[in-house]
Structure formats: C-alpha cells, structure tokens
C-alpha cells in the first residue's frame, strides 16, 4: 500500500480537522434525525415546529390518513400512508431532515480528503461513509482515525528526520 508523501503532511492535518468537526456535526445531526423519525414514526406521532399558534418550540401531532395502519409503516410496500403534519410555523423536524442530508455531503468530500491524502484502501472510505448514517459511528471512526493519523504522521516525521539527520537520532 503506498504510503502519503511527506510534503502532503501539512494537508493531512487540515484534513484531519476538517474531518474532526464534519464527523461530529454528521454525528449530532444523525442522532436528531433519529429522535425526530422516532418521535414522528412511534405510537407519539409528533414533529417539533417553530413558532406559529403553538409558540417558541412546540410539538404538533402527526396525522395519519384514510386506510393508513402504523404498523403498515415497517412491513415493505407499507409506506404509502398519507403522513400530514398538523402544525403551523417553521417544521423544525423537517429542517433537521434536509439539513442531516446536505452536511452528510460535506462529511463525504471530509472522508473522501483524509481517505486520498491518507492512500487508505477503499474498504476504508466506506467505512468512513457509513459515520454518517450509523448512530454514533461517527464518533467513534472520528476518535479512532484521529488517533490513528496523529501517530501515523508523529512516527513519519520521527522517522524522516532520523534519515536526514542520522547523527541527532543517536544521540
């Protein structure tokens, strides 16, 4: 497996931050989507909005159409049900939703960054890109993999300036 060249270390590093703060915004917007299908698809039937009649934050019910069963929602072919939200002002649930979905992009050109610059094998990139639909997955590659690239570029440079220096190492 080729290794990263030493000149590409300063942009492995702005890649590991940018990938540090994409893996924990992924990770925290994954968890509020997964409240919110929860709170949407479960026996609660309820979306958080902003504003409109019921104030600051509030909870408004979920209503489920004509001939449309819950538990038709889990079974294939059970989610055509009519789902209509009885809410007014700005859906929060919603937002969450497609704002899960845009930054998950930005988290995917962060894996795909660290991933190239670190020449890791493609099974890695897709490991990395499943951070970001795996609750918590996240947060546990970004620990891992910082950890990983952090020791992986502190012994390079170790190792480099031994060969360029062999006189300092043996001191």
Request: aromatic share 14%; with cysteine.
């Amino acid at each position: 497996m080729p290794e990263p060249k030493a000149a590409s270390f300063p942009k492995i590093r702005g890649a590991l931050k940018f990938y540090q703060i994409a893996s924990i915004i992924t990770g925290v917007m994954l968890l509020l989507l997964l409240t919110e299908m929860i709170l949407k698809y479960s026996p609660i039937h309820v979306e958080l909005f902003a504003g409109g009649s019921g104030g600051i934050l509030w909870f408004a019910p979920v209503i489920v159409g004509d001939g449309c069963q819950w538990f038709s929602l889990f079974v294939p072919g059970g989610m055509g049900c009519d789902l209509v939200s009885a809410g007014d002002g700005v859906n929060i649930s919603l937002f969450i939703l497609v704002a899960h979905g845009w930054f998950y992009v930005v988290y995917l050109f962060a894996c795909f960054r660290m991933w190239s610059l670190m020449r890791w094998p493609f099974s890695r990139f897709i490991v990395l890109a499943l951070g970001g639909v795996i609750p918590a997955l996240s947060f546990i590659m970004e620990a891992k993999v910082s950890r990983e690239v952090k020791a992986y570029l502190v012994s390079r440079e170790a190792a480099l300036a031994a060969e360029t220096h062999p006189q300092e190492a043996t001191r």
